[in-house]
């Protein structure tokens, strides 16, 4: 292997480590997400940001245009799949605690203390052993892997009516490291030749 291709490799393995804490989830919601897909005309969009470190999930998203009044929301994890197909409840049932219900447009914000059980499904805490630490490991690494989404159900579609995958939001920190890992490569490079 040539040096300068290990240190690019280096450059890149390392970038992760250097960075814990924040990692954001940028999330789209739509009928069309949904499984069964419907036609509903409701939308949705909005952020989770997990801190691995601060060990608190923050949840902001807003929803508009639903068919029927919002009965619960969540976040469900883990998918067999990235990007497709269903799974449990992971977050708090039957609702995040002070989601507006009843209403077919509104907002939500919240932080979540990650290291508290009652963030979570009891039966999430207990198909990771009991341990509300390997739930919040679990969680990470699902939305990290494409297969956890946030849902809101409404009366009129009791599965759901909207939902969108946790996509992750590209660290501007990752992308520095990789230009400079470049920048040291072309330097290199000029040096040789």
Same mark, same amino acid.
């Given at each position: 292997?040539? $040096?300068?291709?290990?240190?690019?490799? @280096?450059?890149? !393995?390392?970038?992760?480590?250097?960075?814990?804490?924040?990692?954001?989830?940028? /999330?789209?919601? %739509?009928?069309?997400? #949904?499984?069964?897909?419907?036609?509903?005309?409701?939308?949705?969009?909005?952020?989770?940001?997990?801190?691995? @470190?601060?060990?608190?999930?923050?949840?902001? $998203?807003?929803?508009?245009?639903? =068919?029927?009044?919002?009965? !619960?929301?969540?976040?469900?994890?883990?998918?067999? /799949?990235?990007?497709?197909? =269903?799974?449990?409840?992971?977050?708090?049932?039957?609702?995040?605690? +002070?989601?507006?219900? +009843? /209403?077919?447009?509104?907002?939500? &914000?919240? &932080?979540?203390?990650?290291?508290?059980?009652?963030?979570?499904?009891?039966?999430?805490?207990?198909? %990771?052993? %009991?341990?509300?630490?390997?739930? #919040?490991?679990?969680?990470?690494?699902?939305?990290?892997?494409?297969?956890?989404?946030? %849902? @809101?159900?409404?009366? &009129? $579609?009791?599965? *759901? #009516?909207?939902? *969108?995958?946790?996509?992750? @939001?590209? #660290?501007?920190? &990752?992308?520095?490291?990789?230009?400079?890992?470049?920048?040291?490569?072309?330097?290199?490079?000029?040096?040789?030749?």
């Amino acid at each position: 292997m040539k $040096f300068s291709t290990l240190v690019l490799c @280096v450059a890149f !393995a390392a970038a992760p480590a250097l960075f814990g804490g924040p990692i954001a989830y940028t /999330v789209t919601l %739509n009928g069309a997400n #949904e499984v069964p897909a419907n036609a509903s005309a409701g939308t949705g969009s909005g952020f989770v940001i997990f801190d691995d @470190v601060a060990n608190t999930m923050y949840i902001t $998203f807003t929803f508009s245009g639903l =068919t029927g009044t919002t009965a !619960a929301s969540h976040i469900h994890c883990c998918t067999t /799949v990235a990007g497709d197909g =269903t799974a449990s409840v992971a977050t708090q049932t039957p609702s995040f605690i +002070g989601f507006p219900l +009843g /209403v077919k447009s509104g907002s939500f &914000t919240k &932080t979540y203390d990650l290291t508290l059980a009652s963030t979570y499904r009891a039966g999430f805490v207990t198909a %990771n052993g %009991n341990s509300v630490s390997a739930s #919040e490991a679990a969680l990470i690494a699902g939305a990290a892997a494409g297969k956890a989404y946030l %849902n @809101v159900h409404t009366n &009129t $579609f009791p599965g *759901g #009516e909207i939902r *969108g995958f946790l996509a992750p @939001v590209p #660290e501007p920190a &990752t992308f520095a490291i990789a230009g400079l890992a470049l920048a040291g490569l072309v330097a290199l490079r000029r040096k040789t030749v």
